[in-house]
């Protein structure tokens, strides 16, 4: 009686890990709405996709990259020369290493078969493209993997109600793009919260805000409200001169080629091994004698 | 379908031995021959799972919550007559299989999210 309370204990405390991990798993919740693209391949598998939210650089070998319908088309749908900027809003998939993933951008068709990055002046379709064709924009991230030794802690003394213009907030110290403006005068019950302080090389003072009413930036606690800050951005190096295709040809061969067998190799690796543990545990572990077995030995017997 | 597969193959099957080696460890299995029997039932069960669930991701496309669902049930039963039949010291075998891949489907879950 002891032993079997002492088994159905130690199955209890197993039920309760495993049901606290599934719980922890639904706590786990995003607190913004975050956009998603109008996009069937995307819907399809939302869960493997990763949020990026991110700026690159189309910056392909050849002067162009190549936009593709979906990840699994073996055909273009077009080509975007190098330097357009498009936003990646997801990657796909979440397990592959970061230059063999795909992301999803929005473009704008200029003519047949050649895109450019939206500005608002036509409809925009959603495309995939691999990311190893796409360089990052300099951004926040960029700029927090540069500087990160430099960072140090808020120590408080910065009133944001003391200025009557909005606060700024740039992308980050010297980008020379202001991502919002917020007049504290309108949000008198919430303080800003600075996760760390940067010096730039002319001294100034700017603080990182993580979230601020769905916003987050820098702000140049030195010169908060002014507009004309020096840019110091690093310039983008490394962009491979653009050139489009000099026929679009929306067939890619290469992607169908080299596909098929890499995926059977994989299959008969799997069953293979399948097959051998199967086997092995059948050679050395013997099985158990069940009720009828037992009977039979004791009329033999 | 890419050749890093076979790395997601690898870490799926390194995680899961790692857990249900846990789990088994937490409901009293120590006999060493039933540790290695639940690492080679989960060598045998996991690794075609997870490449099942990319198979249908990458040609088939039905959907993919329903396929998981499927794939780790058939994993449950598959793992649970295995215990039945060879573990000697696994005394409810497939409540067993039940919570070794509930911990190991959740904490995949909960890593997923957080990665």
Known sequence: ?????????????????????????????????????????????TDDC?????TYIANGEKGYITVYKDPKSKEAEGYSENGNTYFVSFVYPKSAPEDKKWG???YQVEEKGIFTEP????????????????????DHYSFY?????????????????????????????????IGSRIDMNNNQDMD?????????????????????????????????TNEKLPVTAPNQEDLIKPSLPASVDLSDND???????????????????????????????????????SSETQKDA | MEPWILATLGISLGLTLLLEGLIALVVGVRDKKDL????????????????????????????????????????????????????SGIRYPFWFSVLANGFSFGVGLLLNKLI
């Open chain 1, 1 to 45: 009686m002891k032993m079997k309370l002492k088994g159905m204990v130690k199955y209890a405390a197993a039920l309760l890990l495993c049901l606290a991990t599934l719980i922890m798993t639904y706590s786990v919740v995003l607190a913004d709405v975050i956009w998603e693209p109008n996009d069937s391949f995307y819907k399809k598998h």
């Open chain 1, 50 to 54: 990763e949020y990026e939210d991110r």
């Open chain 1, 104 to 106: 999803i951008i929005e």
């Open chain 1, 119 to 138: 500005d608002g002046s036509k409809k925009t379709k959603t495309g995939w493209v691999k990311m190893e064709e796409m360089m990052v924009n300099y």
């Open chain 1, 145 to 177: 993997s540069d500087h990160r030794e430099e960072f140090n802690d808020y120590s408080g003394g910065f009133d944001p109600f003391s200025y009557e213009d909005p606060i700024l907030f740039w992308t980050f110290p010297g980008s020379g793009v």
């Open chain 1, 192 to 224: 800003l919260n600075f996760s760390y302080l940067y010096t730039d090389d002319e001294g100034q003072e700017w603080g990182y805000v993580g979230y601020f009413y769905a916003s987050s930036g820098w702000v140049c606690l030195s010169d908060p």
């Open chain 1, 255 to 293: 992607r169908a080629e080299g596909e098929t067998p890499v995926a059977v190799i994989i299959i008969a690796l799997v069953v293979g091994l399948v097959v051998i543990t199967a086997v092995l545990i059948r050679i050395f572990w013997k099985k158990k004698p069940t009720a009828s077995d």
């Open chain 2, 36 to 87: 290695l029997l639940v690492c080679l039932v989960n060598v045998l069960t996991n690794p075609a799972v997870v490449l099942c669930y990319h198979l249908n991701s990458a040609y088939i496309g039905i959907n993919q919550v329903l396929v998981k669902l499927i794939l780790e049930a058939l994993a449950v039963l598959t793992e649970g007559l295995y215990y039945r039949k060879y573990a």
